[in-house]
């Protein structure tokens, strides 16, 4: 394995550290937000209020901005010089700044037209509506401050650094809990403390990334142009990942769609077997793919496209080498895990079953959730955004499809299902198409088989002791360990390079 790929196991550690305290930290937030805030007219006008910058950071600030910004960024850097780079990076920020003072004015001045778009039950409740539309008055500008934090992101990634980025997400979940606890304990309105929370944290992580920046070299001070011819091809490459996003979104609702026709539940089930799925996903599919894309836009910058083909291959290996298990622990373990998490109260054993179901059907597709991220960083590097958004949408038909055949044969867990179908087909197509741009096929047979073999024998193990009661969970690092020694005795080298980057990062630590 090239010293590249070990680099990228690296920096794969270091944002899954990071993005699994935040995942932590978003728990232990959701927990006191229920205590401080409950449940209500209050509750109801904040998690709407907030919902709204929340969608256009996700469409926006984290995934489009960053991914259309390495790759042009890179490609300014390796041609045009570090000082031609920055330059760049501060004329992207002006553009950020100004479209986003004009849209976040309207919202302030439309605050409950807009409400009543997003939220139109409301209007039936003056009191309610009129709450939420102070609540986004408050909100919104954090819309700015996060796509700020995403243009950092992408200067500090492609300058391969990838702490402060990982990190920042922490800070909102610290600024919710600090908001909820101050304002219970003052007895201020809980919503209107959450709301300037949401606000305060957005500058928090704006300002967090700034020493990072200077340490490397970078100034947001000094010359900068409104008609960047950089910012114009990276505008043109935002585009379309954008719409992907929004493809995305889209996806989610017409799932929820579906899933109302079906028995009360229903759509509750799916969404708590999607956030366990969501959490290795988020936590190491996201880390690699965040890891890899500076890698990938510095080699397609500077045609070096042996090494892009190696730097592909290895980051899919390394996504496999996550997800397989994952998969396999989360299938194997699926009924007591859900019992475990959710099953008290009212949740039953009814319930159990049900979103047990729907974990494994979701837990079937999730390498392909994860390997689709490095594929579509492979694509982004390569400045073509327009194909992985053209694949995503064909992806949301199949999707639908297959959702509203197998929903007639199996309920929500087919629903399920149909994703992780449609995301094989998105990893599929993908992997189809860069093979006609590289040569060669962006995944090995003999590494993927021999994976697939430690994660069916740690999956078998797991799934024997699921019927003892809670001495499965203990034994949950025990069947991570045997996976890492069968994938050792396999001869995969992603278990050695994992196990180096986790030994260095301890002794800095320690040190």
């Known amino acids: 394995m090239n010293a590249e790929s ?33 449940a209500g007219l209050f509750a109801d006008a904040f998690f709407v209020a907030f919902r709204i910058p929340n969608l256009l950071r ?14 042009t960024f890179s490609r300014v850097r390796a041609e045009e010089g570090e000082a031609r780079a920055q330059e760049m990076a501060r004329s992207v920020l002006a553009w950020l700044v100004s479209i986003l003072a004009v849209i976040t004015a309207l919202a302030l001045i439309f605050a409950p037209q807009l ?36 243009l950092c992101m992408g200067i500090l990634n492609a300058m391969d650094h990838f702490f402060a980025p990982a990190f920042a997400p922490c800070l909102l979940n610290i600024g919710f809990i600090a908001a909820a606890l101050l304002g219970w304990h003052m007895g201020w ?27 490397l070299g970078f100034s947001w001070r000094g010359p900068w142009r409104w008609m960047d011819p950089a910012v114009v091809r990276m505008g043109k490459l935002m585009l379309p990942s954008v719409l992907g996003s929004a493809v995305y979104q889209i996806n989610l609702l017409l799932g929820t769609l579906l899933a109302s026709f079906l028995p009360v539940g229903s759509i509750s089930y799916l969404y708590y077997a999607d956030r366990l799925v969501q ?23 500077a045609d070096q496209m042996d090494e892009f083909r190696g730097v ?53 597709g999730l390498p392909a959730i994860a390997l689709v991220r490095p594929l579509v960083g492979a694509f982004y590097a390569l400045e073509n955004t327009r194909m992985p958004m053209l694949v ?86 025990a069947w991570a360990v045997a996976y890492f020694a069968l994938a050792r005795l396999f001869g995969l080298s992603e278990a050695r390079q994992m196990a180096e980057a986790l030994g260095r990062r301890l002794r800095r630590r320690k040190s």
């Open 279 to 301: 959490f290795p996903v988020g936590v190491f599919g996201l880390a690699v793919s965040t890891a890899a894309l500076p890698s990938l836009s510095r080699l397609a910058a």
């Open 312 to 364: 592909i291959r290895s980051s899919m290996r390394l996504s496999l080498f996550i997800s397989l298990p994952a998969m396999a622990g989360l299938i194997a373990l699926a009924a007591p895990l859900i019992g475990l998490l959710f099953g008290r109260g009212a949740f039953g054993p009814e319930a159990i079953q049900a979103t047990a179901s729907a974990l494994v059907a979701y837990g079937v």
């Open 189 to 215: 309105n809980v919503a209107y403390a959450l709301a300037w929370g949401v606000v305060a944290s957005g500058l928090a992580q704006w300002l967090f990334q700034q020493p990072f920046l200077t340490r």
């Open 58 to 71: 996700s469409l926006f600030a984290e995934g489009s901005l960053t991914m259309a910004f390495i790759p």
């Open 392 to 477: 995503a949408a064909a992806c949301v038909v199949v999707n639908i499809l297959l959702g509203f055949t197998l929903m007639q044969f199996m309920a929500h867990a087919g629903l399920a299902l149909a994703v992780s179908i449609a995301s094989y087909a998105n990893v599929g197509l993908l992997s189809w198409l860069l093979r006609r741009r590289l040569g060669q096929w962006p995944m090995e047979l003999a590494p993927t088989l021999k994976c697939a073999a430690a994660s069916l024998l740690m999956g078998l193990g797991a799934w024997a002791s699921a019927g003892t009661q809670y001495l499965w969970a203990l034994l949950i690092p």
């Open 115 to 150: 409400t009543a778009v997003i939220a139109p039950g409301f209007a039936k409740n003056p009191e309610l509506l009129s709450t939420t539309a102070d609540l986004l008055r408050i909100c919104f500008p954090f819309i700015v401050f996060i796509s700020a934090v995403g």
């Open 6 to 38: 070990r680099h990228i196991a690296k920096r794969a550690v270091t944002v899954a550290g990071a993005t699994l305290v935040s995942r932590v930290l978003g728990f232990v937030r959701d927990l006191i937000t229920a205590f401080a805030l409950g």
